[in-house]
């Protein structure tokens, strides 16, 4: 047989003759099965054909293999065109509403859960509005589904398959492992396995920020270390979210001790662009956010990021001595449990004025050349 | 604007059963009928009609397919068992 006719299945003939179907007669007859379902080959009887019919049976599978593609192509165009019109003429909430409503009486989510699946039904239809690719939003909404139902399983009982399956839907995993995790221990075990499953995806990576994020509303006990719990080298934390450029409220967390880490294994061009998105999008603006990368930007020898921290922060840099003082203020009301709050301090009212000035809308074209 | 027609639904509907299109979608046009403007929804219609036609086609040439290496096995068959 040559390896043209092997190939014409796309492969399947091969897989069967790997898996021990030496004889190509049979290795036909489970490629076909698996193409085409049991009832074909029934029918067919390939298994009976005479022993110098297999010329035959090449191109007999390259025509079902044309009709069986331009069916899929059929249903695909119409798929394509049916979610357009459903996203172009409805209400993307009310319709994620009513998904959401079907995935629950199959799934019966938590209400948190049933919250995180309408917020991503919703973002997928609207992303298909957008972008005009309706079948990634069937496929997202169709994952959701499965990784809803998938969910209802003890979590330690789940195969690498289907945590990283389950995985990629990590919001829902973290509502359930809060009900079925009593001990930290235990948590951490499994969430070792969830990193090797998952590997450095960026799915990961927004995993790791929502637990970040989430640990201590999520978990009755207490963990400050959540890169270590998830099994992750703490240097590399940083690196791997801002590959990911999603990074948002975790950064407050990992930045101060993670930033040189970054700008080491990842340049400056990287983090430099990172900073200037999270300016522009106003998520970084806090005076005091901006003091600590001041610090740490002193603390790092490098005159290029002093630079960009100085354009970026804008009126808002503050020194690295009030930066420390609020530091140590912070660490000493901690300590005497203060609950008051804390007097305006230097950094703040700098910052508050800076906040009456205009915005520093002009300066971003320039910061746009810088990138 | 008129985005129910009670007609044109349930010829959407009866449309949906035999596509192929997948079962997600089919909920997702069900559930998204009753708020839509009719333009949308005479284009879901002709989508599917589209699909059916095509469907059928390929159905047929299926058939011939079949019929078509089935008399050769056969007639290879005979030849052997002549021979």
């Known amino acids: 047989m040559s390896d043209d006719k092997v190939k014409l299945d796309e492969g399947l003939i091969g897989d069967a003759i790997n898996e021990g179907k030496t004889r190509v007669k049979d290795a036909y007859k489970v490629a076909m099965e698996k193409s085409f379902g049991k009832t074909w080959t029934d029918k067919l009887q390939v298994w009976n054909w005479p022993k110098n019919s297999l010329l035959f049976v090449g191109n007999f599978f390259k025509e079902l293999f044309a009709v069986k593609k331009e069916k899929e192509e059929a249903k695909e165009r119409a798929e394509s065109e049916i979610v357009q019109e459903v996203v172009n003429g409805g209400e993307t909430s009310a319709i994620a509403k009513r998904l959401t409503e079907e995935i629950d009486a199959e799934a019966k989510l938590e209400p948190e859960e049933k919250e995180a699946v309408a917020i991503l039904v919703e973002d997928s239809l609207e992303a298909a509005k957008a972008t005009g690719e309706p079948a990634k939003a069937l496929a997202t909404i169709d994952r959701v589904k499965e990784a809803a139902k998938e969910d209802e399983k003890d979590p330690e009982a789940l195969t690498d398959e289907e945590i990283r399956r389950s995985f990629s839907m990590g919001l829902f995993t973290m509502v359930r492992l809060r009900q079925r995790f009593d001990s930290e221990e235990k948590l951490a075990e499994f969430l070792t396995r969830v990193k090797s499953a998952a590997g450095k995806s960026r799915k990961f990576n927004d995993f790791s920020k929502y637990l970040t994020n989430n640990f201590k509303k999520l978990f009755k006990f207490e963990s400050g270390d959540v890169p270590e719990l998830l099994g992750i080298d703490k240097t590399k934390f940083l690196p791997l979210l801002i590959s990911n450029d999603k990074m948002r409220d975790g950064l407050d967390i990992v930045l101060p001790e993670l930033f040189p880490t970054a700008v080491r294994d990842k340049g400056l061009v990287p983090i430099r662009k990172f900073f200037v998105n999270f300016i522009r999008q106003k998520r970084y603006s806090e005076p005091e956010t901006i003091a600590k990368l001041v610090f740490m930007v002193e603390g790092k020898n490098s005159n290029d990021m002093r630079d960009l921290a100085k354009r970026i922060g804008g009126a808002k840099i503050v020194s690295l001595a009030s930066v420390r003082e609020t530091e140590d203020k912070k660490a000493q009301l901690k300590q005497e449990g203060a609950e008051k709050p804390v007097a305006k301090k230097e950094d703040e009212e700098k910052g508050e004025e800076a906040d009456k000035k205009p915005d520093h809308k002009e300066e971003e074209p320039q910061l746009a050349e810088d990138l | ?83």
């Open chain 2, 1 to 83: 604007m008129e985005t129910y027609n009670s007609n044109i639904d349930l010829e959407i509907e009866r449309m949906l059963e035999t596509s192929s299109v997948s079962p997600l979608l089919k909920a997702i046009v069900k559930a998204s009928l009753y708020n839509m403007p009719y333009a949308n929804k005479m284009t879901i219609l002709r989508s599917l009609q589209k699909e059916q036609r095509k469907l059928l086609l390929l159905k047929k040439r299926e058939e011939k397919i079949i019929e078509k290496y089935r008399g050769l096995m056969e007639n290879l068959s005979k030849q052997q068992g002549n021979t």
